[in-house]
Structures are given as structure tokens and as C-alpha cells.
T-cell receptor, first 112, second 116 residues
């Protein structure tokens, strides 16, 4: 049973455009929602994270929007650049003693 | 600080063999988690070790095992390899329990295992 569903699987965006990746979760006990970015040949790296007590968090061109009632959260990449081309994973965990659960990933290609 | 180091980077094994992968965490990190990454399933949790004790285990068969040493270095072992075990195996370290807000996961670049 997949606990975090991520969409789309792949995304092509023009340079300067907005990239949007969505995730939905089922476990209402989840209270930490990070996004990881992975370049080919590298391991995932933490990009940005949010807790459910805020509806939005922004770091540079990256913004997480969180909708607790809908059990959804999304990553927005503003002014997308070719260097943003990577695979993005959303994830969720429950404080306490549970591991991080990942979505299946979105392969983003930003074309000039 | 040096990052998470995984060795070897690539491995080719035959069905039925066993394999051991190694992970050296970031200095000072006490938790090591292992994930299997495949194109179809994404990242799937294998297990987490903290201070030499397995704290969590994912839904993988008993052929997958691991351990952590007193210096926090970790190894994972897969016995009786199957074709479906071909994947990128990622190790991640964190200061405390892995993946929660004040203890984010720091991943290595993985070991690519191919089973023929």
C-alpha cells in the first residue's frame, strides 16, 4: 500500500516557467513533509521541508504548499531553470519511531 | 565535513550469490538508514540502525539484513540474490532518528547492484 502518492511521473517545463509537483498522503499522523532532489548519479538531497502547522513555506524559487484537510502538499518551482532538471521526491514521516516514506518521484526536464 | 560514503559504487553478481554493501556515515551521525531505489517503485525503506540497534525494518524478505558497528559504519547484506534485487541501494545518515524534522536524511550516492 503506497502511503504517499506523487504526480506527475514526468514533467517538461519551459525555462522561466513554473513547475508544479503534487503529493497526497493517507496517514493523518504524518507531521513532517520534506522534498528531496536527485541528480543522475547522485543520492537524493533535502531541498525543503514543511510541518502541518503552516500552509506554505518558501525558500528562494522553491515553495511548498500544504493543505491539511485535503491531505495534499505540492512543490512549486518558480522561474524554472535547466539546472533544476532532476528527479524530485516528496516524502512524509511521523514523529516518533517511523521511517521516512517516499513518493515514487517526478522526473523534471526544464528546456530552454 | 565529508559526506556519506558508500562502497563499492557498482557491483555485478550472479543469481544465488550473496553481497555486502558498506556505508560510512557523516561524522557524528548515529543513525543509518538503507533504501532500495528502482525505477518502478521509487525509494523503499529497508531498515534503520541507531547505536548498533535495528530500530525499524521495512517490508523486505529476510534475505536482506544489516548491521551497524560501534563507529556507526553500517553494512547491508543480501543473500541468495535474485534478478529482482537489481537496484540502486542508498544509505543515509542522520544525527538522531532519521527523516524527522530536526534530523534530516543525508544520502550517499549509492551502490548500483546488477544481478545477472
Amino acid at each position: 500500500q503506497q502511503q504517499v502518492k506523487q504526480s506527475p511521473q514526468s514533467l517538461i517545463v519551459q525555462k522561466g516557467g513554473i513547475s508544479i509537483i503534487n503529493c497526497a498522503y493517507e496517514n493523518t499522523a504524518f507531521d513532517y513533509f520534506p522534498w528531496y532532489q536527485q541528480f543522475p548519479g547522485k543520492g537524493p538531497a533535502l531541498l525543503i521541508a514543511i510541518r502541518p502547522d503552516v500552509s506554505e513555506k518558501k525558500e528562494g524559487r522553491f515553495t511548498i504548499s500544504f493543505n491539511k484537510s485535503a491531505k495534499q502538499f505540492s512543490l512549486h518551482i518558480m522561474d524554472s531553470q535547466p539546472g533544476d532538471s532532476a528527479t524530485y521526491f516528496c516524502a512524509a514521516s511521523e514523529s516518533g519511531n517511523t521511517p521516512l516514506v517516499f513518493g515514487k518521484g517526478t522526473r523534471l526536464s526544464v528546456i530552454a | 565535513k565529508a559526506g556519506v560514503t558508500q562502497t563499492p559504487r557498482y557491483l555485478i553478481k550472479t543469481r544465488g550469490q550473496q553481497v555486502t554493501l558498506s556505508c560510512s556515515p557523516i561524522s557524528g551521525h548515529r543513525s543509518v538508514s538503507w533504501y532500495q531505489q528502482t525505477p518502478g517503485q521509487g525509494l523503499q525503506f529497508l531498515f534503520e540502525y541507531f547505536s548498533e540497534t535495528q530500530r525499524n525494518k521495512g517490508n523486505f524478505p529476510g534475505r536482506f539484513s544489516g548491521r551497524q558497528f560501534s563507529n556507526s559504519r553500517s553494512e547491508m547484506n543480501v543473500s541468495t540474490l535474485e534478478l529482482g534485487d537489481s537496484a540502486l541501494y542508498l544509505c543515509a545518515s542522520s544525527p538522531e532518528q532519521g527523516g524527522i524534522g530536526n534530523s534530516p536524511l543525508h544520502f550517499g550516492n549509492g551502490t548500483r547492484l546488477t544481478v545477472t
